[in-house]
């Protein structure tokens, strides 16, 4: 009778192991995918061109690994020396070192997830995590001794924009859809700070005119926010909603004559409008980005710390913090004797 209870616990054991095994392998065959469900599309859409230049240097020392965002496989000869080695071809290459960072944190992170999966031995995810990026005092001196320091058409400073710069930016013609959309889409950058990805994201019933509020998701942080329509936010938006349908997507195309189309604008068509606005007050390469610099730079001057993280829709203090401190005048307060 005994020997028959133990069996039939040896047994028990036995399928309950085969379960869980089991259960890793389907866990590990959709680890990558598990993840890219939780992040932004843009996050995943900038992995995957961080991973694709991972597979670029791989080709240079003879290596498919295929799929490095989809495929475990792909992970199973990667090794610290090869990371390693991607970031010196990156700089030799001309990468900028902002780049190289991120590119790198890219790396260890689907590295993470191969270990987690079964695909990459531990140890050598223990040696992958020590391979260090580089700080801004050294990017300044690496940056010196290179003959390119940057590659591709992301810019290594912010477009500047004086006051003067945004009120024209912001002061569109009036007499067509076009001009009364513009105006809003420079209003909603210039004066809430928006990502260009969440103006392309908003939609016309998010607006209140009588409260004067308007409401939008922010995917970086995963929340939905309601703003005030400050300055003349509220006055552009009155104007151009009367020639939107009632819902959908607040941007819309338009055509020639300054009439709007039945589609809507994507991220890229933004970016392209603000280019082309800020040409005409005389501001080459004016990105949307640029337009929320601006927004952050005038907003740390009296915002309080947690105030500028919320409506800027930051998820921890590390910006805020920064523009606050590069508006500070560094001796403010000191005294001399005289």
């Known amino acids: 009778m005994g020997k028959a209870i133990e069996t039939r616990q040896d047994a028990q054991l036995a399928r309950a192991e085969r379960l869980g095994q089991a259960a890793n392998r389907a866990a590990a065959r959709h680890a990558f995918a598990e993840y890219m469900s ?120 912010p477009v500047t924009i004086t006051p003067a710069q945004a009120r024209m930016l912001k002061t569109q013609p009036d007499d067509t859809p076009q001009g009364r959309r513009d105006a809003l889409m420079m209003e909603l950058m210039l004066n809430l700070g928006l990502r260009v990805g969440e103006v392309a994201g908003m939609v016309i019933e998010g607006f209140d005119l009588r409260a004067g509020t308007v409401r939008l998701y922010r995917p970086k942080v995963d929340k939905m926010q309601t703003h005030d329509l400050i300055n003349g ?70 915002t309080p710390l947690d105030r500028l993280q919320d409506a800027g829709g930051w998820s921890s203090y590390a910006m805020p913090l920064r523009y606050i401190e590069s508006v500070k005048i560094a001796n403010q307060g000191v005294q001399l004797a005289e």
């Open 38 to 157: 939780r992040r932004a599309e843009n996050t995943v859409r900038r992995q995957a061109g961080d991973l694709a230049r991972f597979a670029d240097f791989l080709a240079t020392v003879e290596m498919d690994a295929g799929d490095l965002q989809h495929d475990l496989d792909g992970w199973r000869s990667i090794t610290w020396g090869l990371v390693d080695a991607f970031v010196k071809w990156m700089l030799n290459a001309g990468d900028a070192i902002g780049s190289v960072n991120v590119r790198l944190s890219t790396v260890k992170t689907y590295a993470r997830l191969a270990v987690k999966a079964g695909a990459l031995a531990e140890p050598e995810y223990a040696m992958i995590r020590l391979v260090a990026g580089y700080r801004q005092s050294e990017a300044r001196r690496i940056d010196e001794q290179r003959p390119q320091t940057r590659r591709g058409s992301k810019k290594a400073e």
């Open 233 to 302: 936010t509220w006055d552009a938006a009155r104007a151009y909603l009367k020639d939107c349908p009632k819902e959908g997507r607040l941007m819309r195309g338009s055509v020639r004559g300054g009439q709007l189309a039945g589609d809507v604008m994507s991220v890229r068509g933004i970016t392209k409008r603000v280019r082309i606005l800020g040409e005409r007050v005389g501001l080459r390469g004016l990105s949307a980005h640029d337009c929320r610099h601006y927004w952050a730079t005038q907003a740390a001057k009296d």
